[in-house]
Structure formats: structure tokens, C-alpha cells
């Protein structure tokens, strides 16, 4: 339950910015204070609904892929992730107090725009969620520290004992997980 409130609310205040950042740059959308609700739409969308359409579309189109060469295959991934993005994009619309003027500014650009801080996003994920995280447990009154029934580090004699400590998984567990993947 934690790990998805940490996820959600990182990616709230992420597309808070971004939502503002495209009303700011773009003149024909407006979002203003709009942006709070449009937020927990495109959070929502972006944690639920994206995987879905993603998976669908791209499930049809592999069914054709032997037919394209590697060039046409990858403009086909583009494509759907932009129709994905344009999906969820037009649910924001819809349902926030967003207000978008024409077309190709209004329903082709911020897809795009928003298709490159999900990029940036992606690549700072893990950090952001970690802060939330802690922020989170902070918020709880959970310590993150050791506990006095965790045993000290240096009471930890074999490495794999340690690497058992470090990821929880026993060495034969962790080279069943290498022969997977």
C-alpha cells in the first residue's frame, strides 16, 4: 500500500509541475489552478489506464510485425506511444477544467511534450520515490535507522551472509534468478 501512495503522490506533484509547464509555454492551452485535478487525472491515467491501452495496442500490432522491417517496427512503437499519450492526454482534457484551443497545439503537442518528461521522469523515478518514501515514513514516525534486533554489520561474518542481508534472497535463490533472466 505504501509503495503505491509514495508512487502516486511523487507523480502527482511531477505532473503538477508538468501540467503548469504546458499551460505556461503552450498559449493555446490553459490550465492554471486546473492543474490539481488535472494532476490526479493524468497520475491516475498514467498509473493504470497507460499499461492497459499500451499492452492492447501493442499486443495488435505485434501480430503484423514480421510484415515491417526494423525501421517501420520501430515507427510503429513510436506511433503507439504517441496514440497512448494522445489517449491519456484527451481524458485530462475531458475531465479536468483544462481548456485547450486548435488542434495541433492543443491535441498534438503537449502528447509529445508530455512523452519527454515522462522520459525525464522515468530516469528519476527511483530517486524521487525513494525521498517520497522517506518523506512518507517520516510523516508516519517510522524510522528508517536500525533497529536493535537487526544485527550489527559487523556481526555479519560470510559475504554471502551479507548479500543475503543486503537483497534477502539466499545464494541459491539468487542464481536461480540469474539462470531466469
Known amino acids: 500500500m505504501k509503495a503505491w501512495i509514495v508512487r502516486f503522490a511523487s507523480l502527482y506533484v511531477f505532473n503538477v509541475v508538468v501540467l ?13 489552478w ?6 490526479v487525472v493524468l497520475t491516475a491515467a498514467t498509473l493504470w489506464l497507460k499499461p492497459l491501452v499500451a499492452r492492447l495496442l501493442s499486443g495488435r500490432a505485434a501480430k503484423s510485425a514480421h510484415q515491417r522491417t526494423k525501421a517501420g517496427e520501430k515507427l510503429v512503437q513510436f506511433g503507439l506511444v504517441f496514440v497512448v499519450e494522445l489517449i491519456v492526454w484527451v481524458l485530462v482534457v475531458l475531465l479536468s477544467a ?8 492543443g ?14 521522469y522515468d530516469a528519476i523515478d527511483d530517486t524521487l520515490e525513494a525521498r517520497a ?9 517510522i524510522s528508517r535507522g536500525r533497529s536493535s534486533a537487526d544485527p550489527a554489520p559487523s556481526s555479519v561474518e560470510s559475504p554471502a551472509a551479507r548479500d543475503e542481508l543486503r537483497d534477502g534472497l539466499t545464494a541459491e535463490q539468487r542464481r536461480m534468478l540469474d539462470e531466469l533472466g
Open 20 to 32: 503548469w509547464l504546458i499551460g505556461a509555454l503552450l498559449p493555446s492551452v490553459s490550465v492554471g
Open 34 to 39: 486546473a492543474a490539481l485535478w488535472a494532476a
Open 98 to 105: 483544462v481548456d485547450v484551443r486548435g488542434f495541433f497545439w
Open 107 to 120: 491535441y498534438v503537442l503537449p502528447p509529445l511534450l508530455l512523452l519527454l518528461v515522462w522520459i525525464v
Open 133 to 141: 518514501g522517506s518523506l512518507y515514513d517520516r510523516a508516519r514516525g
